[in-house]
């Protein structure tokens, strides 16, 4: 076309470079790539709540996996930009880091992960339509894989400003375009409590579901969802101060647990590791809890950070006009100024409250100064046990089955569940390379428990001897004594919450097995299928139907409840055999998974998790 411009090239060339290299600019195609779409759409309305000229965002997904996002912002502006000749609007959707150019919104939420733009989300999609809302007026244009169809045309008049833009993913780049309710109810969920006031409405039209987030406590509403299943001490403290352009907001409740939650945000990102803002909350803390210790309570010795954050959950969110992060992935916030500021924001805010609230200011000193006797114990406690076995080198726990062999990198170990099973799994196994140690029963759920408890606790100590290496911070890794160590339970719930339980406990207190990747899950079949003298052991329901339809009729399947029911042979043969089994690797990201609280955000149900929770926090009483 002669018509072309030498800007209307450079616009083709970028949305080409999107379409070529897609990973580059949404991580992934897959299908956390294809739900970053949304997020980037959402993330300029959330850019419009920042600004504070939008208070309601709604996403809707379609049958034909089209999804929209709404807004009652102030709308893409729509006039003619000179340079190129063309409205803002369509330059916005087909330029890549456009949105700026016209733009002095202060906080921004720089599009998620990669700040990219709505342009992307449109070379991207097969097509795309967009409506604005401005003058009294509705535009709307629409795009193929991020071409113009049209120029933009007024189709009607109407109130209000905002904007709404229409999209079906392009099959063609992604490996599915299906969208997932749960994963993007989970993170509105999650920006809804991060925004406070603004309401935020998932409908989907695929099942008629509908659900609207909206909390007018913010982050202080979210810490009381986040300690919903634990016993608290106090009501939430909560407090913000905005200056020079950055707002600082904070929410905290200690509970009667042992663990530490603590979520950091900045402009909305979750940043899990933290960064400035984390450390001037954790300095503030330590030292106003310390401070009115010695002053109001004659409280001598020092409490560490460590003691005053025990039993603490709290969310600390901060908005800023350039956000820098560490790194490219966008999860430890890195700018220094912001640590001063909110290290005497929250000393100030902090200790204010605690003379305040006397008879919370006691919980909390109190509670810390157990915190530190508990500690001082545990650290006896575990000298205590470094020197029984520096002199006796054959403290190994009697369930513990062991090899014959002694090089580590030969050798693994199964955590076996339940005296019956491991009974099965020493027989079955091949006793030169392979340990078994039953675990009976319930472990400690170590998240409740004080670390003297937890160093009491039968099969954790057993656990801690076989494997050679120590624990928390003496842990150490050249004296483990095996390759790989090997998580074997039933298919069932108790299997799992044994699972969960062992992964916090190595999550929090060997973290090393899970960064070098020694951590496995066995796969035991869930069923056996014979006919005559065919037989074939199955490791899912999908699994089994095919094979029930290529044997046809006439099947016998046995379904397998427990590792008890197989015979050694079996369990050797499925489960146990290098040769023939399978075995899952344990990132440690599905450990953090286990141990922490994301799930909750995450729209699992919270009754089977409170009686979960409940059942455990029977046995995490502190008895130092
Ligand atoms: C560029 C400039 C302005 C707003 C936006 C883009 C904008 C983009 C999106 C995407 C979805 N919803 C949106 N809302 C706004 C600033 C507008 C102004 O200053 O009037």
């Known amino acids: 076309m002669e018509t072309y411009t030498a800007e209307d090239i450079q616009v083709l060339e970028g949305l080409d470079a999107v379409r070529r290299r897609p990973a580059m600019y949404i991580g992934s195609t897959d299908a956390r790539g294809l739900h970053h779409l949304v997020y980037e759409v959402v993330d300029n309305s959330i850019d419009e709540a920042l600004a504070g000229v939008c208070d309601e965002i709604t996403v809707i997904l379609h049958p034909n996996s089209s999804i929209t ?35 002095n919104r202060v906080y921004r939420v720089a599009g998620g992960l990669h700040g990219v733009g709505v ?27 991020g071409t113009p169809l049209q ?34 109810s989970g993170r509105l969920e ?59 907001q904070v929410a905290l409740q200690y509970t009667s647990g042992y663990a530490e939650h603590i979520l950091s945000y900045a402009n909305t990102i979750g940043t899990i590791e933290g960064g400035t803002h984390l450390s001037g909350f954790k300095a503030a803390l330590t030292r106003a809890v310390n401070n009115y210790a010695k002053k109001n309570m004659k409280e001598g010795i020092k409490l560490s950070g460590e003691d005053v954050r025990e039993g603490l959950t709290a969310v600390v969110s901060i908005k800023l006009p350039n956000p820098q992060f560490e790194a490219q992935t966008k999860i430890k916030l890195a700018n220094r100024e912001v640590e001063g500021l909110m290290d005497s924001v929250v000393y100030e805010k902090l200790y204010e409250y605690l003379e305040e609230n006397p008879d919370v200011a006691k919980i909390v000193v109190g509670k810390s100064v157990k915190a530190r006797e508990a500690r001082e114990a545990a650290r006896k406690a ?42 099965s799994a020493k027989q079955a196994r091949d006793r030169r390379f392979q340990s078994i140690l039953p675990l009976r029963g319930k472990i400690l759920n170590v998240e409740k428990a004080a670390e003297t408890r937890i160093l009491r606790n039968q099969e954790i100590l057993a656990m801690i001897q076989a494997l050679g290496a120590g624990y928390g911070k003496s842990f150490t890794l050249e004296n483990l004594n095996y390759s790989k160590i090997i998580i074997m339970t039933d298919a069932d719930v108790d299997g799992a919450h044994i699972r969960t339980l062992l992964l916090t406990f190595f999550y929090r207190y060997m973290r090393h097995l899970l960064e070098q990747e020694k951590i496995y899950i066995a796969q035991p079949p869930l069923y056996k299928v014979t006919k005559r003298t065919q037989e074939y052991y199955l490791y899912s329901d999908e699994e089994l139907k095919r094979k029930l339809q290529e044997m046809g009729g006439g099947a ?69």
């Open 69 to 103: 996002v709404a807004d009652n912002g102030r709308g893409i502006p729509v006039e003619t930009i000179e340079a190129y000749k063309k409205p803002a609007l369509e330059i916005v959707m087909t330029t890549l880091h456009a949105g700026g150019k016209f733009d």
């Open 119 to 145: 342009s992307v989300v449109n070379a991207l999609s097969e097509w795309l339509e967009v409506r604005v809302r401005r003058n009294g007026k509705i535009y709307y244009q629409k795009f193929e894989r």
């Open 151 to 184: 120029e933009v045309a007024v189709i009607g008049t109407c109130s209000g400003t905002g904007t709404e833009i229409t999209f079906l993913p392009d099959s063609k780049i992604f490996d599915v375009i299906m969208f997932d309710f749960n994963t993007l």
């Open 190 to 248: 999650e920006l809804a409590y991060l925004n406070k006031g603004l309401k935020i409405t998932l409908r989907d039209e695929r099942t008629q579901i509908t659900r609207v987030f909206s909390y007018e406590g913010g982050i202080a509403a979210l810490v009381d969802h986040l300690n919903e299943t634990r016993e608290t001490l106090h009501t939430t403290i909560y407090f913000e101060r905005e200056e020079n352009d950055v707002l600082i």
């Open 382 to 423: 575990r000298e205590l046990t470094r020197k029984k076995s520096a002199l006796d080198t054959s403290t190994l726990p009697g369930k513990l089955a062991d090899c014959s062999l002694s090089d580590p990198e030969l050798c693994e170990i199964f955590l076996v569940e339940g005296d019956s099973a491991g009974g």
């Open 556 to 624: 016998e399947v046995q379904r397998y409840k427990g590792l008890g029911e197989m015979n050694p042979e079996q369990l050797w043969e499925t489960t146990m055999n290098p040769e023939t089994r399978t075995i899952r690797k344990v990132t440690i990201e599905d450990a953090r998974k286990a141990s922490e609280i994301f799930d909750i955000l995450m729209g699992s149900n919270v009754q089977p998790r409170r009686e979960f929770i409940q059942e455990y926090a029977k046995e995490a009483t502190l008895d130092i």
